[in-house]
């Protein structure tokens, strides 16, 4: 039937061409000068005469030349145009046309169901493609993105949080916030950065309705589409190799403002000796940990000790620091290892890609290393004329090693207080020494005797024989299978499947020897007397193991419709798709473990025992849990495209999604969602004749984005924990009230572009407006405590529901230009964009207080204010110190106040100060590429500007309290005068915790967070075939480059890199590596 | 064109048998569930830690007279509301949102949550036993958790005004867009009373865990409403009841004096396992027990060394009947001392005195124990409150006696305590023995506030 469908027009030809015998009939072929594949639907014109006629889906066609010499004209959207010179005798024409190299980026874009050619897509699409990820060297794909990505923006160093991708700002509240990511057409659920970034072909990124919205409710937060390499048809074997070493410097601890030296440190401890700060300490029942000065002053205050010698003593503890053992022991260069190695090829019928890939990292933190072995096979063939069917399997195996002890090097005892400076973690041979850490040293020393484990601390022991250590292996697993099945030159159906597993398993053990074994095990134990008499705790290491399972399939129909014709093109599919992923995991503690043997005792966990020395009754826990989560989406979804004469096209798509949210009614639990988009590709106009500006495109479109939060359900739901503490029975604890009004969350987004080049692409770029509005949002809203609801996240009478809404707009510059374009080329890559929202509804209410400690996002809570962004910076306002007193002022009402409990806590939120956005409302880059002859060079410099952050100063209260220092004591306030100088309050002593509150919270600790950094440099010597004749290779590449160069500028004056505020930033790395072919 | 229609039918065919209606029903979360089955709404029931047992209102401990702390420590605590109830300041919260509040209605909802529930099933013949239970259980916590709001946010039971005082907002169903406005007093013991009693069929004599109630444990609560609001009557009567079928008490000679905890939760004395909402103030790192209070235990009273711990130099509460200091259940030795006290106050001296007698000779060192005596029902009740107050320290329970006591002129006392030099000062039925209203509340539903 389809042979017939395809010569019928033919034969009709034919026919009415014979009809005309009068002229010659000119008979040729149109082929792809890649593929080789016959190209249907270009135009084929004849210049003298006006004929024009189209070619078939055989790429054939007929024309009529009636004129003995014309000029063949063939055109075609995606191919450049050719002009060949024909006459009445011309023969039998093969034409092979080649790919158009007009479009500004790559001819196409893939959304993950589709390839859409750039010159017809309505929506808004960046893409990557693999010479701009080839320029920075890293382990996974994601950082790659960075900087060279329009409209995506890393937020970084926020407490309590990962590094979180945005695409355009905020378009939720208290949803997921990150973008889609998918893999080779589906949603990928392992660990992204396991993928090795040498398999990826290119990178899509999908950011407004008409884009994204073919994802439907995951689409909200915009789509990252991955594309792994794949082998090409009619191509001879090509193997390509790449190998490189990144090394990193030691980490910088002295970069930490949280830090007081040694000297000054004992200076408050004497002053709080004196006062009889620590009194209680000496003889509290718990045997409290006191620091080595104190424990000296002590002793001379009890006369064991006189003057000098406890001088002598505090000054030789005055020269230790112990960044310099930290950086010493703890602490190497990194390296990194990467190695990849793949093989392509194909012919008529099939083609292949196989890779395999082999990373080492060997991290900066001593005892830290990981490893990760990547597989990724991909077969593609044409068994049939009319089949394609393609397999691959992917296979990532990783193992990581930590060691625990640098997070331990702190000092515990009941408060938990952190370590102080001068302790010396090695000695003069290099030797472990023991830091002090729960108990007091007289104390342990006296455990020791009387029958209990070494009751000591000493890291360098514990980090060199890898007594307390986290190992991790994972597994990765997906298998993807595809046939297509072309049922005529424009219709192509097809099924996807993909599978994927995903097997964790992370084991942390503490061996006997580690002191969290030991120190569980002596406070455990049955004491008589100070005596110890048994344990209770299981003599053995600790081994708590968690195990997680991850599976996911994907099953998808589709068809696809492709067809031009005269001056109209269509682009359609339409499809179902099924997917479910489940994830499983479970932990288990094993007491008394023994590793040698794999063996463990059990203990009793009902029982409770009476620690030594605090006093407490625990019981000893199992550490046993297990989770099982299941995720069902089941979607239809189309979409169409209608391009007429190549300068209008008209888009529209749709989708309905179905899950199984819980505890809805079935008709809420499918959510439709569209778009529709215009583009003019003002160009094509015949009335355009701007030479000088050669591309001129706009476009615009609407639609609706989802998003998912599974957090809420139509009926009260409630969740079952086992074991309940005196009954031992599982229980049940209420999680949601019931919500009838419950929907889904809805973004809204118009996108308005521009594309344009001017002649010779001297300058070329994009320029893009869009406008969000959030419906439906999911947010709090505050209840009267009364109905007894609580929330058992915020512990707060608040439920969730559609309560939210917000709005966002923002503008994605993208400008390309060739400055100098000789046997010297230097071009650059110039991006911004600016990003806002602002939340226009929220039920809910916030204390200012809370607000100003964590509304900007820190500690993973989302406090929304009415009319502000979702992350903010709020502070307390700041009136200075008082020039008598050296003490903090804020404002009540107008007036300088010094009640601090008020200060501290204020009323209303015009009490406090907004500051601003917590996150760039700006950001971009600029990419500056200079090649001469095989060289090129590669600089990037992004910037992050209007946003502000909070810089931490000194807390007397926690400084006594948990030896919480900070560098700004030594610019505290001291005396009258020192305010024009300062703003550091002074030394109070007893400390006011509302008091150092204030001042930590207040307006003049924030800061700008504008800077702008050399991000990196990479610079490549590329030799090519031309260049290699005598060597057996296509190309060799070999590269050098530099991450995390340097901050250029910066706002603040105190030199604080504002992606980090606290802590230490990433290290500066050099890379040197060989990529090549043959 | 036929493959192409085979396609689509074969695609259509996928599709809809993979349209089987359940599923999406599937649930997203093993652990989650919709609560309507008999076996979660006992696990409802069965939220020990989290819930029910759990959250009994602290702002009465912190304002009683059972302790004292030193200026340092009341600086170093966390919240305002702790630092304000201690010296009894007008403003208590400053914005804080009140756990005292929020964990007994966060009980009751469960409670209307349970009982809308529980009415909907028709249980089969072997299960009406655990049917009895829950109904019984939820109704006798709404009952206790009413209770226990009203001891602190609604003034004193007094039947000259009990029916014009603002009690507490009764709310009686779970669905949270309800506005519920304040009662009168008169109409939240009602409600109490009515809880409990009705809870009284259902429940087992005996629970099978110390988290559950049992008819004790509503006879006990019965007993103690009764005696908040006078009626030493029908307080007797249920006390009665309920040590008919509890009269447990332990011998303080069989516990080790010098652990740091010498009883264990759910010791054969509880009747009722419950929990303070933990005050920071109250734990034994801080508080130091009333010097005049730790001076009236004689030396062979076991209590003194049971209760203190004077390591550190100053007399600390080791801790009571949950192994922990924050007990707030019922107990035999209460419920005994309130029998004495009706008897007392019905005149009964003999039975009153030998209650209390047969109480304090399992508290004394074995054979030092001489019996008291009285001569008056009114001496009678002298000894029983000395021994309650000595008895029942640190249970949650001072701060209910102190309001009910000061009623009555003879008994009535002004609290004082001495901050960094300062005096504080709570006469007898002062308005700060009231708590005030959350500001949350008074935010969301615009109920009455308490004077203060």
């Known amino acids: ?1078 | 064109m036929k493959a192409l229609y085979k396609i689509i039918l074969f695609t259509i065919v996928f599709y809809t048998s993979s349209c089987r209606k359940d599923w999406l029903d599937a649930k997203p979360d093993k652990k989650l569930v919709i609560p309507v089955s008999l076996a979660d709404l006992q696990a409802l029931l069965d939220n020990d830690i989290y819930v029910f047992n759990n959250g009994q209102p602290s702002l009465g401990e912190i304002a009683s007279d059972d302790y004292y702390i030193g200026y340092p420590d009341w600086q170093a605590l966390y919240t305002s509301t702790e630092k304000n109830s201690y010296v009894w300041a007008k403003d208590i919260y400053q914005g804080e949102s009140v756990a005292d509040w929020m964990l007994p209605y966060q009980h009751i909802f469960y409670a209307n949550y349970i009982l809308e529930n529980i009415d909907k099933i028709v249980p089969d013949s072997n299960e009406v036993s655990k049917w009895n239970n829950i109904k019984g259980s939820a109704l006798f916590f709404r009952g206790f958790d009413f209770y226990s709001l009203a001891d602190i946010f609604s003034k004193q039971f007094d039947s000259a005004t009990a029916a014009t005082d603002p009690g507490i907002p009764l709310r009686l169903r779970s669905d949270i867009n309800d506005i519920v406005a304040r009662s009168t007093v008169l109409q939240t013991y009602h409600q109490i009373i009515s809880d409990l009693t009705a809870s009284i069929p259902f429940l087992p004599d005996v629970a099978a865990y110390k988290t559950r109630p049992s008819k004790t444990s509503a006879y006990a609560m019965l007993a103690r409403t009764y005696l908040g609001i006078d009626n030493y009557a029908l307080a007797l009567n249920y006390a009665d009841s309920c040590i008919t079928i509890q009269n447990t008490l332990i011998d303080y000679n069989s516990l080790d004096l010098t652990a740091s905890f010498p009883f264990n939760a759910l010791n054969d004395e509880v009747i009722l396992h419950a929990a303070i909402n933990y005050p920071q103030i109250v734990s034994n790192y801080v508080a130091i027990v009333d010097s005049v209070i730790y001076a009236s235990y004689d030396t062979n009273d076991l209590r003194r060394y049971a209760f203190i711990d004077t390591t550190d130099g100053y007399p600390r509460f080791k801790g009571g009947y949950d192994g922990s200091t924050g007990f707030a259940g019922i107990a035999t030795d209460e419920i005994l001392l309130l029998r004495a006290e009706c008897y007392a106050r019905l005149s009964n001296t003999t039975a009153a005195m030998k209650d209390l007698n047969d109480l304090l000779i399992t508290r004394w060192k074995s054979g030092s124990y001489i019996p008291l005596a009285a001569t008056s029902a009114d001496e009678a009740l002298a000894l029983i409150l000395t021994e309650r107050r000595k008895e029942l320290i640190f249970r949650g329970l001072r701060w209910t006696d102190l309001r009910r006591l000061n009623k009555d002129p003879k008994l009535a006392i002004t609290l004082t305590r001495n901050l960094n030099g300062q005096l504080y000062t709570l006469p007898p039925n002062d308005s700060r023995y009231v708590y005030p209203i959350p500001d949350q509340e008074i935010v969301a539903s615009h109920i009455t506030q308490n004077p203060r």
């Open chain 1, 1 to 1078: 039937m389809k042979i017939l469908c395809c010569f019928l027009p033919l034969l009709l030809c034919t026919f009415i061409l014979r009809a005309q015998q009068a002229n010659t009939t000119l008979r040729g072929k149109i082929v792809s000068a890649s593929t080789r594949e016959p190209v249907e639907g270009a135009v084929i014109s004849l210049l003298h005469n006006k004929k024009t006629a189209l070619s078939k889906s055989d790429g054939s066609f007929t024309i009529t030349i009636s004129s003995p010499v014309d000029s063949l004209l063939v055109s075609h959207v995606s191919y450049l145009p050719q002009t060949i010179a024909v006459n009445s005798g011309t023969p039998a024409l093969l034409i092979t046309l080649s790919e158009s190299i007009t479009k500004m980026n790559e001819v196409t874009v893939n959304t993950g169901y589709q390839n859409i050619p750039k010159e017809r897509a309505t929506g808004s699409f960046v893409t990557v493609n693999t010479e701009l990820l080839n320029n920075r060297v890293a382990p996974d794909v994601i950082s790659k993105l960075e900087g060279i990505t329009s409209g995506l923006v890393f937020y970084k160093g926020i407490t309590g949080r990962n590094t979180e991708l945005s695409i355009r700002g905020q378009s939720t509240i208290l949803s997921n916030a990150q973008p889609l990511l998918v893999v080779d057409n589906f949603p990928y659920e392992g660990d992204i950065n396991t993928i090795n970034p040498n398999d990826v072909e290119s990178i899509t990124i999908l950011k407004d309705a008409a884009a994204a919205s073919i994802w439907g409710v995951r689409a909200g937060n915009g789509v990252i589409v991955i594309t792994t390499k794949k082998g090409s048809y009619n191509r001879p074997l090509q193997v390509t190799l790449n190998a490189n070493v990144t090394v990193g410097k030691k980490p910088d601890l002295f970069y930490n403002r949280d830090f007081l030296s040694s000297a000054e440190f004992i200076g408050v401890e004497r002053f709080l000796f004196d006062m009889g700060y620590y009194n209680a300490d000496f003889t509290a029942v718990n045997k409290r940990p006191v620091t080595p000065v104190v424990d000296i002053l002590y002793r001379q205050r009890q006369g064991l000790l006189n003057a000098a010698e406890a001088n002598t003593a505090i000054d030789q503890l005055k020269s230790i620091d112990i960044r310099n053992d930290l950086q010493k022991y703890f602490y190497r260069q990194s390296v990194n290892e990467q190695y990849s190695l793949s093989l392509q090829g194909g012919n008529e019928r099939g083609n292949y890609f196989l890779s395999g890939g082999y990373d080492k990292d060997i991290a900066s933190a001593r005892g830290s290393e990981n490893d990760r072995v990547t597989i990724h096979s991909v077969i593609t063939s044409r068994p049939l004329k009319r089949f394609e069917v393609s397999a691959a399997v992917d296979f990532i195996a990783s193992t990581s090693m930590a060691d625990n002890t640098l997070s331990q090097i702190t000092m515990g005892g009941p408060n938990g207080k952190s370590i102080y400076p001068y302790a010396g973690l090695a000695g003069s041979s290099g030797n472990a020494l023991s830091i002090v850490k729960d108990y007091n040293t007289d104390f342990i020393s006296h455990a020791t005797e009387h029958g209990f484990l070494n009751w000591q601390f000493l890291p360098l022991d514990e980090l060199r024989n890898q007594y307390n250590t986290t190992s991790s292996k994972s597994y990765e697993t997906r298998v993807l299978a595809g046939i297509a099945y072309h049922v005529s030159k424009s219709i192509n159906a097809e099924i996807k499947f993909q599978y994927e597993n995903s097997m964790g398993y992370r084991r942390k053990l503490s061996t006997l020897q580690s002191y969290q074994a030991r120190n569980s095990i002596n406070m455990f134990s049955t004491v008589s007397a100070g005596e110890f008499v048994n344990y209770n705790y299981p003599a053995g290491g600790l081994l708590d193991q968690y195990n997680t399972g991850l599976n996911s399939y994907n099953l998808r129909g589709q068809l696809n419709y492709n067809k031009g014709w005269g001056r109209h093109s269509m682009v359609a599919i339409a499809g179902i798709e099924q997917r479910q992923f489940t994830n499983e995991s479970n932990s288990k503690r094993f007491y008394g473990y023994d590793d040698d043997l794999a063996t463990f005792t059990d203990v009793d966990p009902t029982s409770y025992f009476t620690t030594y020395p605090a006093n407490r009754s625990f019981q000893i826990p199992t550490g046993q849990d297990i989770t099982a989560t299941l995720d069902r989406f089941r979607s239809v979804f189309g979409n169409a495209a209608y391009t007429y004469d190549n300068r209008y096209t008209l888009s529209a798509s749709g989708r309905v999604d179905g899950s199984n949210y819980f505890g809805v009614e079935a008709n809420k639990k499918n959510v439709p969602l569209w778009s529709a988009g215009f583009k003019w590709n003002i160009d094509q106009e015949r009335f355009y004749h701007a030479g000088w500006l050669r591309l001129l495109k706009t476009r615009i479109t609407y639609g609706y984005n989802g998003n998912l939060n599974k957090s809420i359900t139509a009926y009260t739901s409630g969740f079952y924990s086992s074991d309940a503490p005196y009954t031992g029975r599982s229980f049940l604890t209420i999680l949601t009230p019931p919500n009838k009004e419950l929907r889904w969350e809805k973004t809204g987004i118009l996108n308005a572009g521009l594309d344009f080049a001017l002649r010779n692409n001297i300058v070329a770029g994009t320029l893009e407006y869009y406008y969000k509005n959030g419906k439906d949002l999911i947010g709090d809203n505050t209840i009267a405590p009364s109905t007894g609801f609580i929330d058992i996240n915020s512990f707060t009478n608040t439920v969730k529901g559609n309560f939210a809404n917000m709005k966002g707009h923002g503008w994605d510059v993208q400008l390309n230009s060739v400055n100098i374009n000789r046997s010297f080329k230097w071009t650059t890559q110039f991006l911004f964009s600016y990003a806002t929202d602002k939340v226009t509804f929220y039920g809910g209410s916030n204390p200012p207080s809370q607000l100003v400690h964590i509304g900007n996002g820190s500690s993973g809570f989302v406090l929304p204010v009415q009319g502000k962004p979702v992350y903010g910076i709020y502070s307390f306002k700041w009136a200075g110190l008082n020039p008598s007193t050296g003490n903090p002022r804020g404002y009540v009402g107008d007036i300088a106040s010094e009640d601090y409990p008020l200060l501290d806590n204020p009323a209303l939120l015009t009490d406090i100060q907004y500051n601003g956005p917590a996150r760039p409302r700006e950001y971009g880059s600029i990419g500056n590429t200079f090649s001469l002859k095989h060289f090129s060079l590669f600089v990037n410099i992004t910037y992050k500007l209007d946003y502000y952050f909070r810089r931490s100063s000194v807390n007397y209260y926690y400084l006594f309290r948990y030896n919480n220092s900070n560098g700004d004591y030594s610019k505290r306030w001291q005396k009258p005068g020192d305010e024009k100088t300062t703003q550091v309050p002074s030394l109070q002593y007893p400390p006011n915790i509302s008091r150092d509150d204030f001042y930590n919270n207040s307006s003049i600790l924030v800061e700008k967070g504008d800077h702008i950094r050399i991000q990196d440099i990479s610079l490549n010597y590329n030799l090519t075939k031309n260049v290699l004749v005598k060597l057996p290779v296509n190309r060799v590449e070999l590269y050098a480059y530099v991450n995390n160069v340097a901050i250029i500028w910066r706002a603040n004056k105190e030199g604080i890199d504002p992606d980090y505020p606290s802590g230490i930033p990433p290290l500066r790395t050099y890379a040197i590596g060989l990529r090549t072919s043959f």
